[in-house]
């Protein structure tokens, strides 16, 4: 090998050690995690044709303060069903650091699964199964959120082709959480006007009547009333 190709060979050598240093150096830059965040959290599942996803049953206090959607990885058509085919699906997790998924990590978590909403009359079909947590859609804090207001405002969750996923974002009580699937034929608004802070779900399901394809995910009232 000549000099030159040595020097060459050499300088990039360099850059590629540097570079490894540099993105380890981040990642050592990331703060501990809030023992805050640590416990059981309860979340809602949610489908688009076989993607299944995870949504936190948000609420206005720690460590569920947080409007949070993830991918699940999923190869049970029996999960998937349950999902799809029923009206709601919950889970409560086993402990761990809400803050993990916060930051994006792929992770495995154990989780009881219920036909309905386990503290109201739900009933439990998996005890102890694990769910394989992929990938991060969606995170807001609600750490500084706006009064309660009947001019209200979504966020627009892109998927694959023309899918998208419309999230409420949640205000001070009262509030409501919504989750909402479209397949996208024209623009919809994200900002509105309803009559009151906390509208019925067919009052906000007009106001996508147009959009396209439109299937409700979740619709949450209780858990905002003050």
């Known amino acids: 090998m000549g000099s030159l190709m040595k020097k060459l060979f050499l300088?990039?050598?360099?850059?590629?050690l540097n570079s490894s240093s540099f993105a380890f150096e981040e990642v050592k830059k990331l703060p501990p995690l809030d023992a805050s965040y640590m416990g059981g959290h309860n979340m809602v599942l949610v489908s688009q044709s076989s993607t299944i996803?995870?949504?936190?049953m948000t609420t206005y206090n720690r460590p569920s303060n947080v409007q949070l959607l993830y991918k699940i990885e999923n190869k049970s058509l029996a999960l998937l069903q349950t999902v799809r085919d029923g009206r709601l699906t919950t889970i409560k997790t086993k402990p761990f650091n809400l803050q993990r998924l916060m930051r994006g990590?792929?992770?495995e978590i154990m989780v009881d699964l219920y036909s309905g909403h386990f503290a109201r009359d739900g009933m439990l079909v998996y005890e102890n199964i694990p769910l394989t947590f992929a990938k991060l859609v969606y995170v807001r804090e609600l750490d500084d959120i706006k009064d309660s207001s009947n001019q209200l405002e979504y966020d627009v969750i892109d998927l694959k082709k023309s899918y998208k996923i419309y999230i409420h974002?949640?205000?001070k009580a009262p509030s409501f959480a919504h989750l909402l699937h479209v397949d996208l034929e024209a623009g919809c608004l994200t900002r509105f006007r309803t009559s009151s802070p906390v509208p019925k779900e067919n009052e906000l399901l007009y106001k996508f009547l147009n959009c396209g394809t439109m299937k409700p995910l979740h619709y949450e009232t209780i858990d905002f009333e003050k």
């Open 105 to 107: 990590e792929k992770m």
């Open 53 to 56: 996803y995870a949504s936190v």
């Open 169 to 171: 974002k949640i205000q």
């Open 11 to 16: 300088a990039a050598f360099l850059i590629i």
